[in-house]
């Protein structure tokens, strides 16, 4: 007979919904906000958000920013690595990456947590055939992104699309929503630079 695993329960060997759920008990206490508030500002369902609170499902690229935004924190807060070494190596065989929804959009933290930091990078993968869409980040923050491979169109609220291939950079402000579409049968990636206006405290954390 199978055992049902507790909703609540840790999820076994996921480091990344561990790593989100330390962060998350102790951001919540240190912005004083009420997990209710938090899942009213951030728009995700109270159970959903109870369960990334407790380790046992491993939250999405959307959830993150979401929680982020509503707790006025840089999406690096909740993700980034404790890092805390003059010289930080990141294997590629010991990666931690998040995910959107599909599992068709993948971002990797490069640098070592920091709550001073106001710059982040990562890297990107896009699935073939795939769009992802993001939501307006808080005010001021800028998007920097090289393609290392493939190509893939940038939308930036109202601008005109953007074609990039490899080689090509585009920096802009994320303030807006915005989307990936990389149109090509292969698999796209890229190199993002996130970087947070310190006027709008989004980076104080």
Do not use: C
Not at 55 to 71: E, F, K
Not at 124 to 141: N, Y
């Amino acid at each position: 007979m199978s055992k049902h695993r507790d909703p609540l329960e840790p999820a076994a060997g996921d480091a990344v919904a561990v790593l989100v759920a330390e962060r998350l008990r102790r951001l919540i206490a240190k912005k004083g906000r009420s997990f209710e508030r938090l899942a009213e500002l951030s728009g995700i369902d109270p159970s959903e958000l109870m369960r990334i609170e407790a380790g046992a499902v491993t939250p999405t690229i959307n959830h993150l920013w979401r929680i982020a935004n509503a707790l006025g924190i840089s999406f690096g807060s909740l993700v980034a690595s404790q890092g805390r070494r003059d010289v930080l190596v990141f294997r590629k065989g010991a990666r931690q990456s998040v995910a959107s929804d599909d599992g068709k959009f993948r971002t990797r933290p490069l640098f070592p947590y920091d709550s001073q930091r106001t710059v982040e990078f990562y890297e990107v993968e896009i699935a073939p055939h795939h769009r992802h869409s993001v939501e307006a980040h808080a005010p001021g923050t800028k998007e920097n992104l090289v393609i290392a491979r493939g190509s893939l169109e940038v939308i930036v609220g109202r601008e005109a699309p953007q074609k990039l291939g490899e080689g090509d950079a585009i920096d802009f402000l994320a303030d807006v929503p915005h989307s990936y579409h990389n149109a090509s049968p292969e698999a796209a990636t890229a190199y993002l630079v996130i970087s947070y206006d310190s006027a709008s405290g989004e980076a104080n954390n």
